[in-house]
């Protein structure tokens, strides 16, 4: 039993694999009645992640559906979801002559290295969960640190390629933190960096939800700063709740959390990807853009979901076996802001994944692909941008609904403040810095602090967000709707969302019991 959603032109899939599911428990005492349940031998116990509260079982495909529907009737278990693949969100390889780096001049990369007085620093550590890195490479060896291999339990997370993985996990990582120094080789944007790497897609390309999620966390534990995370799939949010629920405690740990928006040219305001359109504030979701600041055809983009853009387009980088050659893709857009974000963070550690989004959407060039700042990121205004200590909005840009509220932040202003509204019959706000919708159309805020410095946001958008639906309650911008006590972000739980990603079989179980949250319609 193989159900499959695509993600476009690349082919990328979004495979359920066959009859795994990943069961999150309210106790540990919860786990124990769980282990001790064969349903004779229909079901069995694969892992258990102990810090999501995350079992991995397997049904037997001939009683799935019944089993699901006792599962999911036990008060002790929270919700049942699918565990479904998820995938690097690259192109297919263009191989080119090697230096050409036209993003880091794009961004004004050298320009930033003066402007900071450094590279980068050895004390920001960031978690590359991809397809895993050569960390051997001439160009790379000098910036790794241990990290683990989640797709085959070990502790060696070497890039292994294949038909589908030229090399993914290695290309990100030198677009982040390839050292400059071996010739014919590359640099990237923070060269003074530390760089984890993660292995948790295959050579294949994809890798589970169960272990997507074992990663994050393992991020976490290690006091990782950046997660650069090139990868995901289309799924409903119900679904993916789990996975939101990782990139949730790791906004709660302070870890900045840079994902790609994906690659088959839709709106994410209306296509559900994952985990881009977490919607967390330590969250920053990437298109790609061009040379000539274009949108490539296959980029995914979006006002409310999309954040800012970042060259993807042709990057040349690392690859394994001492190699380099270009990728494509927003897999490519991402780690490059995830190397800025870390440079930034290397001139000011305390910067949240909230203020560096916001810096790095104030201070962008100007482009004309559709996210939440119209803009593509610049490393020198953002990180002249920390160094001056620009007074900046937290957040820079949203879209919110009618009868919304943003609760706005000022970093690097001195109390008190005013705040002002350029069109208040869009949202009014108060000298708190609370602005409240009231009508469809746009606005920008701005604040003056008590030494009459002044910062204005981006354009503030008024009007429908279409994902999450309209029958989850008004949330804050960038925050995960709200939800009734005890249920995560995009709980399976929400009346009428079914939370296996399969309408057939939701069917059948509301049969069995009815009385399951999702089988009434609100």
Not at 90 to 98: F, G, K, T
Not at 155 to 164: A, V
Not at 440 to 466: C, F, M, P, Y
Request: a neutral charge; hydrophobic letters at 40%; glycine letters at 8%.
């Amino acid at each position: 039993m193989k159900r499959v959603l695509f993600l476009g032109a690349l082919l990328v899939s979004s495979q359920v694999l066959a009859g795994e599911y990943l069961v999150k428990y309210r106790s540990n005492n919860a786990f124990s009645t769980l282990s001790a349940l064969s349903y004779n031998n229909q079901i069995q116990v694969l892992d258990n992640h102990t810090v999501g509260r995350l079992v991995k079982v397997d049904i037997n495909d001939n009683n799935e559906a019944p089993i699901l529907a006792s599962l999911l009737s036990n008060p002790q278990i929270e919700y049942v979801v699918p565990n479904f693949k998820l995938h690097a969100f690259s192109a297919p390889m263009d191989p080119v002559a090697l230096k050409n780096q036209w993003a880091n001049a794009k961004v004004q990369a050298e320009k930033a290295w003066q402007r900071a007085g450094n590279r980068g620093s050895k004390n920001v550590l960031v978690a590359v969960i991809d397809t895993g890195v050569d960390y051997r490479h001439a160009s790379l060896a000098a910036n790794m640190v241990p990290g683990f291999d989640f797709a085959e339990n070990d502790n060696d997370p070497m890039d292994k390629t294949g038909f589908q993985n030229p090399g993914h996990g290695t290309h990100c990582a030198g677009v982040i933190g390839a050292t400059g120094v071996v010739e014919g080789g590359i640099i990237g944007i923070s060269p003074e960096v530390s760089i984890m790497p993660l292995r948790f897609l295959t050579e294949n390309g994809s890798g589970d939800l169960n272990n997507a999620i074992k990663a994050i966390d393992y991020a976490i534990a290690n006091k990782v700063q950046v997660i650069s995370a090139s990868w995901g799939a289309t799924v409903p949010r119900a679904t993916a709740a789990p996975l939101l629920e990782a990139v949730k405690r790791a906004d709660d740990a302070g870890l900045i959390f840079v994902s790609a928006a994906a690659n088959d040219g839709k709106n994410n305001d209306v296509t559900e990807v994952y985990p881009a359109n977490n919607g967390l504030p330590n969250s920053i979701t990437v298109a790609a853009s061009g040379p000539n600041d274009e949108k490539p055809s296959w980029s995914n983009y979006g006002l409310a979901k999309v954040h800012l853009a970042s060259p993807g387009l042709n990057i040349t980088s690392t690859l394994p076996g001492d190699k380099y050659g270009d990728l494509s893709g927003t897999s490519m857009a991402t780690p490059l802001v995830s190397g800025i974000v870390a440079l930034m963070k290397a001139q000011d550690p305390s910067l949240t994944g909230a203020q560096a989004r916001a810096i790095l959407q104030v201070t962008g060039a100007k482009a004309q692909i559709q996210t939440a700042c119209n803009c593509r990121v610049d490393a020198f205004a953002a990180v002249d941008a920390v160094m001056n200590k620009q007074m900046v909005l937290v957040p820079a840009a949203a879209t919110v609904g009618q009868a919304e509220v943003i609760n706005f932040q000022v970093l690097h202003g001195t109390a008190p403040f005013k705040f002002v509204s350029a069109n208040p019959s869009v949202a009014s706000v108060t000298d708190a810095g609370v602005m409240t919708a009231s009508s469809n159309g746009t606005t920008t805020i701005t604040v003056t602090d008590a030494s009459g410095k002044t910062a204005t946001t981006l354009d503030i958008n008024v009007g429908s967000k279409q994902s999450p639906p309209p029958s989850q309650p008004p949330s804050q911008p960038g925050q995960p709707p709200s939800q009734p006590p005890g249920q995560p972000p995009g709980s399976p739980g929400q009346p009428g969302q079914c939370p296996l990603g399969d309408p057939m079989i939701c069917q059948i179980i509301c049969q069995l019991q009815p009385q399951l949250p999702f089988c009434s319609q609100p």
